[in-house]
């Protein structure tokens, strides 16, 4: 079962999510401030900390580095404010995923989901990973992911489209292992998009094309006939 | 007292005063001493001795001034130099004498020539270093204000002039500029904190709406408020994107817009859009953020009004072409500009249940203006709105 903690100053938002997360066989926690917050985190154990941006004792960034350092436990952070510079804060400062408000209530199951199986309590095939860096380099490229684009070694910007995105991200946190597709399907799945044999293909053929690598002797992610892709470079933060 | 006090304080009028009165004076009494100094030579009768310069013979020019005074001229030539006999005569005393029984006569020409050359490159260079003088603090003032702009809109401090420096009139100045650079940027502040409030008072009930119709799941009715949320949503962060457009200050970097276009018709088609893109890969300078919103919008918009959106990405000479076809109603001929103004709508797409916020070809047109590009609309001839935008290549 999974244990989530919800963090928000708006009583109303605390229940009606308290009893959404439920039916979906979650055991939740509600706490309307960092203090409380604090408390229930140092008397139990949380897979996951639902956390508003906006809190009347405390900011929520502060509260997010306090959690992801003390408990190292996965945040999902909430903000009505919307802002992507407040994204690209919060993502640096060490939440896993951000959600602006309101949100489909499906969203945010699928995105817990997302993080507790980037956090290994889904069988993902990595231990637990620390905090990702926002920016990776292989072979004169720079990958940011937070903003979801490549630069090139000639410092132009190659944007991504999102299944180019999760299959990258898959790639570099993976870098010289052989991936099959059913391990590519299940490590790029996105809520409300369905991920096939042929949509991995195609996102494959696009990266490389976007990456400058030739299709018939890739060289970056290549093909291992009956096996599944490799993406073989060194990735360095 | 105060008055004395006025008197000596800096200010342009008196900087203007001592510059003129000291480079007519100046002038006049330099290309006086050195014709003197030459007219010395062939009475004096001094050969060899005169490459010492004109301060070695002052005795000598000086001794002849008694008896010739005809400079600078007081009478008897109309065509005097420029410099005013007034001016003049506040001046070094000489002229003043009394006339020895000499005929009055001119001066030999390469002599005039000496005389005149010195007095219009001397005030030539003190205008010159005079102008630089008095115009030093007008160009700071044109440099704090010309950075102010740029301050606000990356909500930074604004550039500050120096009030204890320069003349008083400079330095009043300097005072009002930094109070109105400090109201303007409050004021700014105050519109970001003040849109920002009003968004997050906005989502909180819509959040709290959105939990509450879980509960109603499967009603027709209940649908249609999501639906709803979602179009208030949009335009809350429609208003948002208006005032971060203002601030925005991202940095211009080559781009593939190309990849670009692919991506996000990649995006759309994996949500069920008919999307495509055709084209060749073409690099321009651009701002990755703002460019990926204004193409965003303006997909969106195709798929809104036009059902399909086909991109076209052409590279035509110093410039990137990024054409969106879409096979919808297009807009009249005559409110093809209009279009760009904020919350306009064109009437038939009011009545159509299509939403959207009446923002977003405004933020893409001014959002691609900031990139340094064009944003047009056309009606193609076989039916369906053109949208051309244009950017700087790299």
């Known amino acids: 079962m999974i244990r989530c903690l919800v963090v928000d100053d708006d009583s109303e938002i605390r229940q009606g999510l308290q009893a959404f997360l439920e039916r979906f066989g979650m055991q939740v926690s509600v706490a309307a401030d960092g203090r409380q917050m604090r408390q229930l985190l140092g008397a139990a154990a949380f897979d996951v900390v639902v956390l508003d941006i906006m809190l009347p004792d405390a900011s929520g960034l502060d509260l997010c580095r306090w959690v992801a350092q003390q408990h190292a436990t ?28 309101p949100f489909e209530p499906r969203e945010l199951v699928a995105r817990i989901n997302a993080v507790l199986r980037r956090a290994g309590k889904g069988g993902a095939p990595q231990g637990a990973a620390p905090q990702p860096s926002r920016q990776l380099r292989f072979e004169g490229w720079a990958f940011d992911r937070l903003l979801r684009q490549l630069v090139s070694p000639q410092q132009v910007v190659v944007a991504l489209s999102s ?49 400058g690598d030739s299709p018939r002797e890739p060289r970056l992610i290549r093909t291992l006939r009956g096996e599944g892709y490799l993406f073989d470079v060194k990735v360095s933060p | 007292m105060k008055w004395l006090k006025r008197c000596w304080r800096d200010t342009l009028f008196k900087r203007l005063f001592i510059l003129l009165w000291v480079t007519l004076v100046g002038s006049h009494f330099l290309a006086f001493s050195l014709v003197m100094s030459q007219v010395g030579r062939p009475y004096g009768g001094h050969d060899g001795r005169h490459e010492g310069g004109p301060a070695r013979e002052a005795p000598s020019a000086w001794s002849r001034l008694l008896i010739f005074p005809s400079l600078p001229p007081m009478g008897g030539r109309a065509d005097g130099p420029p410099g005013s006999p007034g001016h003049a005569g506040s001046g070094p005393p000489p002229p003043l004498t009394p006339q020895g029984g000499r005929p009055e006569r001119g001066l030999p020409g390469w002599l005039l020539a000496l005389d005149y050359g010195v007095r219009m490159l001397i005030i030539a260079l003190a205008a010159w270093l005079g102008a630089a003088w008095l115009s030093r603090p007008m160009r700071r003032l044109s440099a704090a204000a010309h950075g102010l702009g740029e301050a606000l809109q990356r909500d930074a401090a604004p550039p500050k002039l120096d009030e204890d420096q320069g003349t008083v009139e400079v330095r009043e100045a300097a005072q009002v500029f930094n109070q109105m650079a400090a109201q303007l940027q409050q004021q700014f502040k105050a519109r970001g904190l003040l849109v920002a409030a009003i968004s997050h008072d906005l989502r909180t009930p819509l959040t709290r709406m959105r939990l509450r119709l879980e509960t109603l799941d499967h009603e027709p009715a209940a649908q249609r408020c999501v639906a709803d949320i979602h179009e208030m949503d949009a335009l809350i962060e429609s208003v948002l994107q208006v005032f971060r457009g203002a601030h925005a200050g991202e940095a211009m970097v080559s781009m593939d817009v190309l990849a670009l276009a692919q991506s996000l018709a990649d995006d759309l088609a994996e949500q069920g859009h008919a999307v495509t893109v055709e084209g060749e890969p073409a690099l321009a300078r651009a701002q990755p953020t703002s460019l990926r919103r204004v193409l965003g919008n303006l997909l969106g918009n195709a798929l809104r009004y036009g059902e399909r959106a086909e991109v076209t990405v052409a590279v035509l000479g110093d410039r990137v072409l990024l054409r969106i076809d879409d096979q919808g109603p297009g807009i009249p001929e005559a409110q093809l500009e209009a279009v760009f103004q904020p919350f306009y709508r064109v009437e038939s797409s009011r009545n159509r249940a299509t939403g959207g916020s009446g923002l977003g070809l405004y933020i893409a047109r001014d959002l691609t203006l900031r990139q340094g590009g064009e944003l047009l609309l056309s009606n193609r001839p076989e039916g369906g709105l053109r949208v051309e935008l244009t950017l700087r290549r790299a």
């Not at chain 1, 919307?82 to 951000?98: F, K, N, Q, T, W």
């Open chain 1, 74 to 101: 996965p945040v999902i952070m909430l903000t009505a404010q919307g802002d992507p510079g407040s994204r690209i804060v919060g993502l640096e400062m060490g939440a896993d995923d951000y959600l602006g408000k």
């Open chain 1, 163 to 211: 299944a180019e995105f999760r299959l990258l991200s898959a790639f570099v946190e993976r870098p010289g292992r052989v991936l099959s597709r059913d391990q590519l399907i299940e490590l790029t799945r996105a809520p409300g998009v369905e991920v096939n044999d042929r949509s991995i293909d195609l996102a494959v053929s696009r990266l490389r094309q976007k990456l």
